[in-house]
């Protein structure tokens, strides 16, 4: 997700704005899709401690990679589908942190991994350069929790600009992978939306964090960032990095990106690689500060994701507006429990996805 008031999120914004007209709608009242009233999920309350068995973890164990394919450890197909955190030095409320919220999402919208977003260089307090200790406090709590609650959990090195702090991104994954490694619960996300490199660079980067996470956890799936926020996925898979249980981002945008960045995709999958969407939202590329919304669209890119069986984390968890990526309307209760009263934005039709 674009840093918030960057000059470059309204440059793709001033952009793109224009190319998902059809299928807008306000964020306050979002529709289903068509003929499909039943897709914006339910909003029971089965509860946060129901003895829910199994967990997505014991159904599926250890993940890895076989061709362009995540799969469990017993060799079938795994979508994994859930939400990302909102930056987290950015967060209105500690809901990704907050272990009953994670398990009444487990048991409700069935979430299977959720994703820890964790600010790296931005000029906030709260980021892994500004305050390590308190950033990495974040992301561990959030995997603990993922680990307690039987989901799988993405731990995302959030950033634009990482191949700049190279070192910083060596030391803490080296420093998380020896604390899990051996969990099945954990993903690593090397690089969230890269920008001002290009892929041979790009590469560079890629090599030494793996090689730094493997030293630790020979066998944990690495999701690896794309040029251009994670939208050159064509250019990754046709000249991948080494190694295996690697995947590739894709993000995208409803209300931005359409139909030739699902082409880019399917190009990468023809090539062999394995995708992971590890942010979307059925919004313009700013994370909808407009309020409005393109599920029409967002429609087609979760039928092409079911497709191919990719799996996907939602952005974000928050409470805040006028933000129609935001699941929350300000102030809903940290502790789960959300009915649609406290839903915003997108997040009927992200829960309905889940759902699915």
Not at 333 to 342: Q, S
Request: include cysteine.
């Amino acid at each position: 997700m674009l840093a918030r008031g960057t000059a470059l999120a309204a440059i793709i914004f001033g952009l793109f704005s224009s190319a998902c007209d059809s299928g807008r709608t306000t964020a306050t009242t979002p529709p289903p899709p068509a003929g499909d009233a039943a897709n914006e999920g339910s909003d029971d309350d089965v509860g946060a401690d129901d003895g829910l068995a199994p967990t997505p973890v014991e159904v599926n164990g250890h993940l890895q990679v076989v061709g362009a394919q995540l799969q469990n450890e017993n060799g079938e197909a795994v979508q994994l589908k859930g939400v990302s955190s909102m930056w987290l030095n950015w967060e209105s409320q500690a809901y990704a942190e907050d272990p009953t919220a994670l398990r009444w999402m487990r048991n409700n919208w069935k979430l299977s991994v959720i994703r820890a977003a964790m600010g790296v260089d931005v000029n906030s307090t709260g980021t892994l350069l500004n305050d390590p200790e308190i950033a990495k406090a974040q992301v561990y709590a959030i995997v603990d929790n993922a680990i307690a609650a039987g989901v799988y959990v993405l731990v995302d090195f959030h950033s634009h600009e990482a191949y700049l702090h190279l070192d910083e991104s060596l030391a803490f994954f080296s420093e998380i992978s020896e604390k899990y490694s051996g969990v099945p619960n954990v993903i690593y996300e090397t690089y969230n939306e890269p920008t001002g490199i290009n892929w041979p660079d790009l590469k560079k980067y890629h090599e030494a964090v793996v090689a730094a996470i493997r030293e630790q956890d020979p066998e944990a799936p690495i999701v690896l960032g794309t040029p251009n926020y994670s939208q050159g996925v064509d250019q990754a898979a046709a000249d991948p990095v080494e190694g295996t249980n690697l995947l590739y981002t894709l993000h995208y945008y409803s209300c931005t990106h359409r139909a030739a960045l699902r082409q880019k995709g399917d190009i990468a999958l023809a090539l062999g690689a394995a995708l992971f969407v590890t942010e979307w939202g059925a919004t313009d590329a700013d994370g909808g500060r407009d309020g409005l919304l393109c599920l029409d669209e967002a429609q087609l890119w979760d039928d092409w994701m079911n497709a191919h069986k990719i799996s996907w984390s939602a952005w974000k968890l928050d409470g805040c507006e006028p933000d129609s990526s935001c699941l929350l309307v300000p102030g809903a209760p940290v502790d789960g429990g959300w009915t649609n009263d406290y839903l915003h934005g997108h997040a009927k039709f992200v829960r309905g996805r889940i759902q699915q």
